[in-house]
């Protein structure tokens, strides 16, 4: 079974430019997460999908940041224009159900680097 | 708002010892979830383990097992005869509203063989 993917591993982008994440769940699995990681600092929740609606977008950081689910499959996640501030990892992670029984399967992370 | 400290940015520890990696949280709600998870150098992150609040007995994974105090808020990982492949980031994590995980800056452990 393939597990959570993320694309592109990397990206160097300038201020002010977009990018586009995205994230393929692993196949059947209804619930998505987007997390970031800043540099040093805690992971931290950006925002949960439920099939293709957002359940809580409570940790997006500002208007800049669209998150889309469209048919509830894959995710994208949107900033434009960049900050520097939003250099960081941005890991996916996706769970069959959503509760706390449901394991939380991570993506090995995008790298983002805003200059 | 739920909060989880990892105090030891670095912890090294020699080839087939004990090392035990420290976690404390702050919360008000009585049943909740806590999980230590693992992500070796440019892979992904993988469970290790997790504990249920309301559960006295602490769990354990094979080599990996937790000291939960729950009345300290305290949530440590101790791993036992430490292997090569154990070189990771260590991070604490605490499930808040069944769903959306809250992280503590992570702890990097280093096997010296």
């Known amino acids: 079974e393939a597990g959570v993917t993320q694309f592109p591993s990397h990206s160097v982008i300038e201020k002010g430019q977009t990018v586009t994440l995205r994230c393929d769940p692993i196949s059947g699995h209804d619930n998505l997460y987007w997390y970031r990681r800043v540099m040093g600092k805690e992971i931290k929740f950006l925002l949960h999908?439920?099939?293709?609606?957002?359940?809580?977008e409570s940790g997006m950081p500002n208007n800049r940041f669209l998150a889309e689910r469209t048919g509830g499959t894959y995710s994208t996640l949107k900033v434009q224009p960049a900050e520097l501030e939003d250099s960081g990892v941005y890991f996916c992670?996706?769970?069959?159900?959503?509760?706390?029984?449901?394991?939380?399967?991570f993506g090995p992370g995008t790298r983002l680097t805003v200059t | 708002a739920q909060t989880v400290t990892q105090s030891q940015p670095e912890m090294s520890v020699q080839e087939a010892e004990t090392v035990t990696l420290s976690c404390t949280y702050d919360?008000?709600?009585?049943?909740?979830?806590l999980f230590w998870y693992k992500q070796p150098p440019s892979r992904q992150m993988i469970l290790v383990i997790r504990q249920e609040a309301y559960k006295q007995q602490n769990a354990t994974e094979n080599r990996f097992s937790v000291n939960f105090q729950k009345a300290a808020k305290s949530f440590s990982l101790k791993i036992s005869d430490s292997q090569l492949g154990d070189a990771a980031m260590y991070f604490c994590a605490y499930l808040q509203g069944a769903q959306k995980l809250v992280f503590g800056q992570g702890t990097r452990l280093t096997i010296n063989p």
């Open positions: 999908f439920v099939k293709e609606s957002k359940q809580d």
């Open positions: 919360t008000s709600e009585s049943d909740y979830y």
């Open positions: 992670a996706s769970s069959q159900g959503g509760n706390h029984l449901s394991e939380q399967y």
